[in-house]
């Protein structure tokens, strides 16, 4: 039994996965880290980490400035990691990076199947279309209670299809106080907030006379905690090292 620690597990995320595991006979969750104790678990929740028994895994689902101390601990003690939390800056990154190695840290923009599929998926169609002048824009929505913005998975594709293109192209986020023609290098990155959207995400190949859209939408927080446990599973007892959901779905 792979024995796992809910970093943020009072929050929507956290409860979700925590609901899972509690149903997977594979994997236990001993104890629950969150600044707020009162709601109840089927497990002990704990303020810190150095409180809690010792694991096999620990899944991050909590925010951005608890990440720098959970990435002093793995690496402190050797602690396997699925970092799910987005929002990190360039310096957490780069610690990102630095506890991989001394720790398995495995860090994805988005935990689901799909979307991770559709990483591929847009690399491919990049290549194509974009040596035939199509111009890129990605569309990404998500409910109001949403911090940051864009969303991990819209630069996470946004990276995908750059990389595809030898990182000829930028960024653009608002054309607000710009008044001029587009940059046929640019890739346009907009967000929306709003009601209980759980994620979408357009990838826009405008050409001339068609368009071609790459979507995918979640309707359930489920198809997040499923991938976050089935990476739990594959990360339990690796070495240190980088990985991401490419690496469990194979």
């Not at 970092?83 to 957490?92: A, D, I, M, N, R």
């Not at 991989?100 to 689901?112: G, P």
């Not at 799909?114 to 890129?136: P, Q, S, T």
């Not at 209980?196 to 905690?225: L, M, N």
């Amino acid at each position: 039994m792979i024995k796992a620690i809910m970093h943020g597990c009072n929050g929507a995320m956290g409860q979700v996965i925590s609901s899972l595991a509690e149903a997977d006979g594979e994997m236990e969750i001993v104890a629950g880290v969150d600044l707020n104790t009162e709601r109840k678990n089927g497990y002990p929740v704990y303020t810190s980490l150095e409180e809690c028994p010792r694991a096999d895994v620990i899944i991050d689902f909590a925010s951005a400035k608890a990440v720098d101390h959970l990435l002093d601990y793995c690496a402190a003690t050797g602690t396997p990691v699925v970092l799910c939390t987005t929002g990190l800056s360039e310096e957490q990154i780069r610690r990102v990076e630095e506890t991989a190695e001394k720790a398995a840290v495995l860090r994805s923009a988005n935990m689901s199947l799909g979307i991770n599929l559709l990483l591929k998926l847009v690399k491919e169609a990049a290549r194509v279309l974009a040596a035939a002048d199509f111009d890129i824009e990605i569309l990404e929505k998500h409910h109001n209670r949403k911090l940051d913005a864009p969303s991990g998975t819209a630069l996470a594709l946004a990276d995908s299809i750059n990389e595809a293109m030898e990182s000829q192209y930028h960024y653009v986020y608002d054309r607000s106080s710009r008044r001029q023609k587009r940059d046929p290098r640019e890739i346009g990155i907009q967000s929306v907030r709003g009601g209980s959207i759980v994620g979408e995400h357009d990838v826009i190949f405008a050409g001339q006379d068609e368009v071609i859209t790459i979507s995918h939408t979640a309707y359930s927080r489920a198809i997040f905690a499923k991938g976050a446990v089935a990476a739990a599973k594959f990360l339990a007892g690796k070495t240190s090292g980088l990985y991401d959901m490419a690496d469990v779905i194979g």
